[in-house]
């Protein structure tokens, strides 16, 4: 069994910042991609930002500049600082790794449970 547990998340005012962090943890041989998704209310679930196994990064344009997105290999981590919160940050996130459990595995998909994001004044 394979699981991703995230922590963080809340209610801020616009202009503030939070941090989510994901740990992964159970039959995990290696981790590929991480990242993290969002989905607001009515709308699709969406790319947030990714991190390679190498360190490289991607971000949706709408937080490039506010968003930094981190992994800590040895502890399968992954973690989210979002500065410059703006109300249509609003939305559940969701963690997100590319894991193969074994040498002989595929990868798979797995996800956290999801972190409510709230920016309201």
């Known amino acids: 069994q394979v699981q991703l547990v995230e922590s963080g998340g809340g209610l801020v005012q616009p202009g503030g910042s939070l941090r989510l962090s994901c740990a992964a943890s159970g039959n995990i041989f290696l981790i590929y991609d991480m990242g993290w998704y969002r989905q607001a209310p009515g709308k699709q679930r969406e790319l947030v930002a990714s991190?390679?196994?190498?360190?490289?990064?991607n971000y949706a344009d709408p937080v490039k500049g506010r968003f930094t997105i981190s992994r800590d290999n040895a502890n399968y981590a992954v973690n989210l600082q979002m500065n410059s919160l703006k109300p249509e940050d609003t939305a559940i996130y969701y963690c997100?790794?590319?894991?193969?459990?074994?040498?002989?595995?595929?990868?798979?998909?797995?996800w956290g449970q999801g972190a409510q994001v709230t920016v309201s004044s």
């Open positions: 997100n790794a590319q894991i193969k459990r074994t040498f002989i595995d595929r990868s798979g998909d797995y």
């Open positions: 991190v390679s196994r190498a360190g490289d990064t």
